[in-house]
């Protein structure tokens, strides 16, 4: 089962984007093969993009 998650980051960049009333453009996703990921764990909001090699 894939899960969905919005992180903590981009919570607070939305926001930042929110106060200053700058536009969100969403233009970019990232796919990454990270090793030993468990996909049935609930989701880590406080994760990072995962290593240049990962990616």
Known sequence: MSQT?????????KASQAVTGEAVLLDEF???NV???EATKPVD??????????I
């Not at 998650?5 to 960049?13: D, G, H, K, R």
């Not at 994760?47 to 990962?54: C, F, G, I, N, S």
């Open 5 to 13: 998650a919005i992180t903590l980051a981009f919570e607070q960049w």
């Open 30 to 32: 990232v796919f990454a």
């Open 35 to 37: 090793p030993g990921l």
């Open 45 to 54: 909001r406080k994760e990072t993009l995962p290593p240049a090699a990962q």
